[in-house]
């Protein structure tokens, strides 16, 4: 039906829904010919059944009159006018207003437009797509989905890391998460390899084509030095001078690991490059026994014996360091590595020290705290806070 047709009835009597609908029925019958007697329209499926709601009220009754049509709104409002024309309802005079006729096709439009705001609302609502919300889950996935524990040592690895013919050994946890975050899924982290390189990192190497990636600093140097000491490492690559791993973009880890060399091509470009860095050491020695210190405006009453010399000579390459006491006799050779525990811990007394490594901060302060008078290495890193009572030098202020 297209419409519906609402009247209000009021009858001066008690009468029955049955009975007003025969009354209009009966009242309109001929009215307009038989193209509009509403039997007919009913049968003929133009006009639907006539719907009444009455009550009864100080013996009268009133009531609402529903009549749907499917005729066209000039003939539904005829039908309308149709009904006004009622006026008894058996012995009772009756009344009969029409006070809407409603366009269903638009009731429904209405009704379905509304449902539609309420849907598309809700759906809104609850599958908004929250772009820093699906990076934070992306970025969630990266760090902890991917990352398995490997071996008894629970060493942080990429989730390829047994299955690939390739592992790619890092230092730390943060090398393995950034290199997940490029698509490297075969990487394992030896943890900074304090003192010992992990048993199952050494035996993936044995049956593995085995990368060592590891940052551009002195302690990816000494880590590497381990390494190649207890692995079989087949390739090296080395993050930029400075770097860590753990701070490469995409494209810096694909270059460091597409320009990754063979182990021996390696150690012969260390040892050119120290070599080339070596100072001529003068083989004219005046003084067989000592030999003054230079700059004795900073060490005063230091003098060096010449054996010290070959030590320092001796150390090159090995990433040790050699104790002495106060008359210049050697105490311990140990890795660098553990020189700053060793001086916090021995109950030696310490007089100097010549290491193969780069004097730094810890070790600068470490000196201080056991009263080491001096102390000469490779190179001397930036010390913000120099130590009193303690000289630091360079083997190139002693050689050269």
């Not at 811990?345 to 080491?372: F, L, N, P, Y």
Request: hydrophobic share 40%; net charge positive; proline share 4%.
């Amino acid at each position: 039906m297209k419409y519906m047709i609402k009247a209000k009835v009021e009858v001066d009597g008690m009468v029955e829904k049955s009975d007003i609908i025969g009354a209009i029925f009966g009242q309109t019958e001929g009215l307009f010919g038989p193209d509009f007697d509403l039997r007919e329209l009913q049968d003929k499926g133009r006009i639907g059944r006539i719907s009444v709601d009455i009550k009864h009220q100080g013996g009268k009754t009133y009531g609402e009159i529903y009549l749907p049509s499917n005729l066209d709104k000039a003939e539904t409002a005829l039908v309308a006018a149709m009904l006004e024309m009622v006026d008894k309802v058996g012995p009772f005079n009756a009344r009969i207003r029409v006070v809407d006729i409603v366009d269903l096709r638009y009731e429904k439009i209405r009704k379905i437009t509304e449902r539609a705001k309420e849907i598309l609302e809700k759906w809104f609502r609850e599958r908004t797509v929250d772009v820093r919300e699906i990076l934070n889950e992306i970025e969630s996935a990266v760090k902890t989905g991917g990352i398995i524990k490997y071996g008894p040592e629970g060493l942080v690895a990429g989730p390829e890391v047994d299955k690939s013919d390739t592992v790619i050994i890092v230092e730390g946890r943060a090398d393995v998460i950034n290199l997940l975050r490029y698509g490297y899924k075969n990487a394992i982290a030896i943890e900074g390899a304090k003192g010992k390189i992990p048993d199952s990192v050494i035996k993936l190497s044995r049956r593995k084509k085995t990368i060592a990636f590891l940052d551009g600093d002195h302690a990816g140097d000494l880590i590497l030095k381990e390494l190649l000491r207890v692995a079989k490492v087949d390739y090296i690559a080395r993050a930029p001078p400075g770097r860590e791993v753990e701070d490469l973009t995409g494209k810096e880890i694909a270059k460091a690991l597409k320009n990754a060399v063979p182990v021996q091509v390696y150690l012969q470009q260390v040892s050119k490059k120290q070599e080339a860095a070596k100072p001529q050491v003068k083989q004219q020695v005046t003084v067989p026994e000592v030999t003054a210190v230079p700059k004795p405006e900073v060490l005063e009453t230091f003098q060096i014996p010449q054996s010290v010399i070959k030590d320092m000579e001796s150390i090159r390459g090995s990433l040790e360091a050699i104790i002495y006491d106060d008359k210049w006799r050697k105490i311990d050779r140990i890795p660098v590595r553990d020189l700053v525990d060793y001086l916090l811990s021995t109950d030696k007394k310490v007089h100097a020290i010549v290491m193969d490594g780069i004097v730094t901060q810890r070790v600068a302060d470490a000196c201080s705290v056991k009263g080491v008078k001096l102390v000469v290495g490779v190179r001397v890193a930036t010390i913000t806070k120099k130590p009193a009572g303690t000289v630091i030098l360079t083997f190139d202020d002693i050689l050269r």
